[in-house]
């Protein structure tokens, strides 16, 4: 897997009310900061907030500062990663106050198909809000899997990237490996009696879920 580098200062949109940068218009890690504005605005009260896929962790920003006084946000990337949010998420993470950045769990030592099956296995059902955006989609099924265990009843688990630039929905012959993983776990979903469940034809394929 070829690792990208991290985006320049003149590739970053910055918010005109808060000076905070809210999207990178690096093509192919663009993320709609629209998606963690519906979460935060669907789960008024989140308490436990993770997310597993961090890049540059602006998103991540964003909802920790909405997070109850007393919440945690548990932050999973895979460590080839981590080097965005060194470089770039840090840098205006000093914008949070100490509270808020206090309540940030950044767990980067070890890959996403490791530390999300372990946290599922100890701390189930206990998480208001997943986000999930793993760079690596051939794990997408397994990480689906490991979120709604992780997520409370009624809690909200959104999925970005579902559609894969529009992959899943090619001929069998011409998918991908990613395109079927993904394509598996748009079904999985779809026939899945423990949630309830919309996808949105936005930041490339948008799931937003509940669990009943």
Known sequence: MTIPSPPSESQV???STAGIPFIIKAKKFTRPPIIE???????????????CGVFTGLGLLGVAERVDS??????????AYAVFWDKIGQKHARKLTATQM??????????IEKSLPRLATNEPNTFDFVFLDDFKRENYLDDYEHA??????????????ALNGG?????????????RVI????????????????????????????KN
């Open 13 to 15: 949109v910055y918010s």
């Open 37 to 51: 504005k519906i979460a935060v605005t669907s789960t008024p009260q989140i308490h436990k907030y993770d997310t």
């Open 70 to 79: 007393r919440g945690i946000v548990v932050a999973l990337e895979h460590p």
């Open 102 to 111: 206090s309540r940030i769990q950044m767990r980067t030592s070890e890959s």
């Open 148 to 161: 709604i265990r992780l997520i409370r009843s009624g809690g909200l688990l959104i999925i970005n990237q």
């Open 167 to 179: 992959g899943v929905m090619s001929s069998i012959d011409h998918m991908t490996n990613d395109d």
């Open 183 to 210: 394509r598996n776990m748009n079904i999985r979903i779809k026939q899945d009696p423990r949630v309830s469940a919309s996808l949105l034809p936005y930041g490339g394929g948008t799931w937003i879920i509940t």
